[in-house]
């Protein structure tokens, strides 16, 4: 942490909660104990390396919060942070948790709150306590609704036209309430838009709904002949296509109305519905795991599954960082799969064995529906009889979900995958010390691996057991290292390549994603380190000094760039080519905006320099 120099403190917001919770002597007390910090510009107030003796809370400036190369949040005036830093862990541990660091987007100033008066006023007043410490796993909470109201900032930036907006349905004034019924049964549709002189304002359009024509005639009585000219409701409440979905929440909020009016250059194109607008944000996150926490059988985990590809859509669109997309991605998809479990396997089960996602999944970095990779460590000793059918059931339905079988049969219907402890034990013994081709992978693959369900401390045990068995063994490890080099990284004639009218596809992949996945894989293995995500071992081996620290920070950054221009490549596609978001992992150079080919070709570059510090690492070339 950059320390600053403290000041006395300017009056501080006790408005803001849970600050308003105190007592005017409380409130007199905290503002005794307040020091506060000036930091310039690209400062680092808070970060994995130090632990912090005080609570921020932004006074002017705004900080942001960083997890890796990305921009995870921006905290402004009365925003705090520091709380996990200050009774959790400031980064990561053996668990691997998100290593995050707080850095000065511009000249700040920050109150900071010592520890001491923080848990004075905790212990004084219980109601702030529990707000503003409550215990672990409620903290724990408290970030992810802060990451979850981040999600919601953004998606509250859709714009009207990415929702579906009804054709607009005119009749003119003269025509009857007949006229009116008849135009909306045959075309399906709940209102029509009133052509003609509304008495008042002269020329206008006014809008009669379905409600209107049964209050008027049902229970007003009048005759189905009358115009609906004089009857329609004018001043219509209008938004341009590209105002954002918030603002029309807003006014139909306000005014008590179900739909508005939408123009494009000044014309009427279409009528926007309070449930086509609510259908953009039900595919919030929180939205999809209330749909799993509620799920009662797999058809219901099946409509939470098919969600995600909507949501997924919906963060792109909007400018969500593929890092953050990538965390809510995984969060889901465990979630799902955890409650597929839990529906299908019995009670005893549960509570003796742990079910694990390895690959992509395993590492926090899969944002589409890629080949499954899952496995299930029994407790030694335990026997579940329908075990071989409950197995073959949740491969079934998570293909069933859009997760296609994995080629290599690495899932849990898979007997070498579904085994006890002492048998994954045995698999490891021999991946490390007979690594043959499929040793080598069965090892990268299980190193990535995290438990979803049942008792984590089993995997936990297997994953000692495997860092435990390395040895400094050069053989080995270059062994491992090698098919970080498998694929062709193009390089040379490249931009040539790029140039060309009808450039080759790349697989981006191979060409550049699995090489730094398994160059890092290999560097944090040989440290014998607990991380599973590709960006946090990146960081980790930076720290230790197994990376320089340029080469780490652009890892990073071209890892991001191309898992960005990989899902982009996804997204793009029609709905019917694209609609399950699967993948082929081609990517067309030719196909690409300018700043993305530039992108990519210098990440590319970066890579092949990156495949060359690992071969001259590991020997790969003696």
């Known amino acids: 942490m950059q320390h600053a120099m403290p000041t006395a403190s300017p009056d501080f917001d006790f408005g803001q909660p849970p600050f308003d919770l105190l007592t005017d002597g409380q409130r007199a007390a905290l503002a005794g104990a307040l020091d506060i910090a000036l930091y310039p510009r690209d400062a680092v107030l808070l970060s994995r390396e130090e632990p912090t003796d005080a609570m921020f809370v932004v006074l002017r400036g705004t900080v942001q919060e960083r997890r890796g190369g990305e921009v995870a949040a921006v905290h402004g005036a009365g925003d705090r942070f520091g709380l996990q830093a200050l009774y959790g862990a400031a980064g990561a541990g053996a668990g691997g948790s998100t290593a995050r660091r707080f850095v000065a987007a511009e000249d700040c100033a920050c109150h900071l709150i010592p520890r001491a008066a923080l848990e004075a ?57 007949r006229d009116a019924a008849e135009a909306m049964r045959q075309n399906r549709a709940s209102s029509v838009l009133v052509r003609g002189a509304d008495g008042a304002t002269g020329e206008a359009v006014g809008i009669l709904t379905g409600t209107d024509l049964r209050d008027l005639v049902v229970l007003d009585g009048r005759p189905v002949s009358e115009p609906v000219g004089p009857l329609a409701r004018y001043g219509l409440l209008t938004l341009d296509r590209d105002d954002l979905l918030f603002n029309a929440l807003v006014l139909m909020t306000k005014h008590a109305v179900r739909r508005v009016v939408v123009t494009e250059n000044g014309a009427i194109v279409g009528l926007l519905g309070q449930s086509d607008l609510l259908a953009v944000l039900s595919n919030h996150s929180q939205v999809i795991g209330l749909q799993v926490e509620h799920a009662t059988d797999p058809a219901d985990l099946r409509r939470a599954s098919r969600s995600i590809v909507e949501l997924i859509r919906t963060l792109h669109a909007t400018g969500v960082k593929v890092a953050f997309i990538a965390d809510l991605v995984t969060e889901l998809n465990r979630r799902i799969f955890r409650k597929l479990f839990e529906l299908l396997a019995p009670p005893e089960l549960l509570a003796n064995s742990c079910l694990i996602v390895m690959g992509s999944e ?35 339905h998570l293909v069933e979900f859009g997760y296609p079988p994995c080629p290599g049969n690495i899932m849990v219907s898979n007997p070498d995958w579904t085994r006890p402890l002492a048998g994954y034990k045995d698999a490891l013994f021999n991946w490390v010390h007979r ?131 990989r899902l982009k490549a996804r997204v793009d596609l029609p709905d019917d080519e694209g609609a399950e978001l699967a993948i082929d992992n081609l990517v067309h150079p030719d196909r690409l905006g300018k700043l993305d080919r530039d992108q990519f070709k210098d990440c590319l570059a970066l890579v092949k320099s990156f495949k060359e510090l690992i071969a001259h690492h590991f020997r790969l070339n003696h």
Do not use: W
Not at 367 to 388: E, H, M, S
Not at 443 to 452: G, S
């Open 121 to 177: 006023l905790a212990a004084e007043n219980p109601e702030f306590g529990a707000a503003i410490l409550g215990d672990f796993a409620q903290r724990m909470r408290d970030l992810a609704a802060l990451r979850s109201n981040r999600e919601m900032a953004a998606l509250t930036m859709a714009r009207i036209r990415q929702a579906y907006l009804h054709p607009p349905l005119f009749v003119e004034a003269t025509a009857s309430l």
């Open 362 to 396: 395993g590492r926090g970095e899969q944002l589409l529906k890629t080949d499954q990779d899952n496995g299930l460590i029994l407790r030694d000793g335990f026997d579940c009889p329908d075990l071989r059918r409950i197995a073959a059931d949740f491969t079934r």
């Open 435 to 565: 690594p043959d081709e499929a040793a080598q992978m069965n090892l990268a693959i299980f190193y990535d691996a995290a438990p979803v369900a049942g008792d984590t401390t089993l995997l936990a045990e297997a994953k000692d057991y495997l860092l435990g068995r390395l040895q400094d063994n050069q053989m080995f490890f270059t062994q491992f290292a090698r098919p970080a080099l498998s694929f062709d990284t193009p390089s040379g004639l490249f931009a040539a390549l790029f140039e060309r009218r009808r450039a080759e596809p790349v697989d981006i992949k191979k060409a550049g994603i699995f090489p730094i996945v398994h160059g890092v894989r290999a560097l944090a293995l040989e440290k014998h380190r607990a991380e599973t995500n590709t960006v946090e071992r990146i960081q980790v081996l930076a720290e230790l000094g197994a990376l320089d620290r340029k080469m780490a920070a652009d890892l990073v950054e071209a890892f991001t760039i191309l898992s960005t221009i």
